[in-house]
Structures are given as C-alpha cells and as structure tokens.
C-alpha cells in the first residue's frame, strides 16, 4: 500500500494556478513534518514547503507569497496551492512524509508551465 499519493498535477499557462493534493494511508495528524519538493530536470530535489504537526509552515524564498501549503485532518489530505506559476516552477513534485525514524515519498506528479 502506497503512503502517499499525489494528484493534480498538469499543464498550465505562465500566470496559472494549480492545487496539489497528497493523500496519506493514514491519520495525518500527529506526523511531525509534511511537505512538498520538487525535482527540475539535471536538477536536484529542492524543498518547497512544509507544515508541521502544529500547523507551521515553511517556503522555499522562491514560492513565497504565491504557493500556500494546507493540510485537512479528516482528509488525511495535505495540499498546494500554487498561483501566479511560472516557467520555472516546472518539475516534478513530491509529497513527503516526516516521522520521527523514517521518511517516505510519493511517486510524483509533473507540472508543466507554459505557453
């Protein structure tokens, strides 16, 4: 069984908004650290945000001001809210899963921004 799976992914034009949502096998609520990375082609993982047990968040400089990280309890749900997209936000992005001894990651979902 997968632990997280991402959807909502796709092709969007420069200025575009998308919603990434990563749904969790299980109960989300007292998992430390959950956030969201993305991978650019001949590029390493980067961090993009994060939120934490305690509803804290964290972005990446280059997000700041046009990508919201939420999470829903009854949902097992954590989501990205990206607007104002540009080119350079294309990659593969990546739910990951923070527990104290082990970190897990979804498969992936692309996103294409472009004309």
């Known amino acids: 069984q997968r632990q997280l799976v991402e959807s909502g992914g796709g092709l969007v034009q420069p200025g575009g908004s998308l919603r990434l949502s990563c749904a969790a096998s299980?109960?989300?609520?007292?998992?430390?650290?959950m956030g969201w990375y993305r991978q650019a082609p001949g590029k390493q993982r980067e961090l993009v945000a994060t939120?934490?047990?305690?509803?804290?968040?964290n972005y990446a400089d280059s997000v700041k001001g046009r990508f919201t990280i939420s999470r829903d309890i009854a949902k097992n749900t954590v989501y990205l809210q990206m607007n104002s997209l540009k080119p350079e936000d294309t990659a593969v992005y990546y739910c990951?899963?923070?527990?104290?001894?082990?970190?897990?990651w979804g498969q992936g979902t692309q996103v294409t921004v472009s004309s």
């Open positions: 299980g109960s989300i609520i007292s998992i430390p650290v």
């Open positions: 939120i934490t047990s305690a509803d804290r968040t």
């Open positions: 990951n899963k923070q527990t104290a001894s082990r970190s897990y």
